[in-house]
């Protein structure tokens, strides 16, 4: 069965066709026989139509996509597509900021229950932000702070000497810095990080045994489908795909 699958993402011109996942899932449709439209977010609109609905458009464009660098995709002319009627999936995969404008295109998709499939779901999605979700598994994880008082950080630091700061609502390895055991610049970096974003941040003791990398575990529907070492590159300590 040929599905029409609308994705919403950042754009196609920016994307690394190495590490970028939303580009292999726009792949592995394409090859599945699908027809693919992408669309920004920030053309996501819904207009009252007498139902408790409403019409949800986006402006797309069908794509297709290959794996040569440079060359990767060709899109067709835009206009303007009815998510509930011209599509069957909506895969929801542009990048953070976890913002209000984030949070608001999911709540507009949200209405698109029962009758477009928007994976993920978004009122999950909302209340599921990656880097808060993960407190539930912290007796899986390396201690762990998330504050933005400088006192609160700098005893932190202090306890487990180098530390890894990073945002909470942050992707793809951005703005995430290494202070060393002596706490350089710790002063600097939690007055920046204040500064840009409203909420706090996490840290997290360096372990140095990322350089043989770390595994992120794929399942689905619950059952182990596969894994990936992820492996810092030349000169990095980060080992997220789109940075190692």
């Known amino acids: 069965m040929s599905l029409r699958v609308a994705v919403q993402m950042d754009p196609l ?3 690394n066709i190495g590490g970028d996942s939303s580009f292999a899932l726009i792949e592995a449709a ?16 819904w207009q009252s139509d007498g139902t408790p609905q409403g019409r949800i ?15 990767h995709f060709a899109a067709g002319e835009p206009r303007r ?9 909506v895969l929801m995969r542009q990048d953070p ?3 209000l404008g984030y949070i608001s295109a999911a709540f507009l998709l949200d209405r698109l229950k029962g009758t477009t499939l928007v994976v993920n779901d978004p009122r999950e999605v909302i209340n599921a932000p990656e880097k808060m979700f993960v407190l539930d598994y912290a007796r899986f994880m390396p201690p762990t702070l998330v504050a933005r008082d400088e006192r609160d950080v700098r005893t932190f630091q202090q306890q487990h000497g180098a530390v890894v700061c990073k ?6 390895g951005k703005a995430i810095f ?18 840009v974003w409203p909420e706090p941040f996490m840290v997290q003791p360096f372990l140095p045994e990322v350089a043989e990398g770390d595994k992120r575990i794929v399942l689905v529907d619950g059952e182990f489908a596969g894994a990936i070492n992820r492996k810092p590159g030349e000169g990095e300590f980060r080992s997220n795909l789109a940075r190692g």
Request: overall charge negative.
């Open 57 to 71: 458009t986006a402006l797309g464009m069908p794509v297709r996509v290959q794996r040569v660098e440079g060359d």
């Open 13 to 15: 011109e920016s994307i």
């Open 30 to 45: 394409q090859a599945r026989g699908h027809s693919v439209f992408h669309y920004d977010v920030n053309t996501l609109a």
């Open 97 to 99: 900021p976890f913002d």
């Open 167 to 172: 945002p909470l609502h942050g992707n793809g």
């Open 81 to 89: 597509i009815d998510l509930a009627r011209d599509i069957d999936v």
């Open 178 to 195: 290494r202070i060393e055991a002596d706490g350089t610049n710790l002063s600097a970096l939690t007055e920046l990080f204040g500064q």
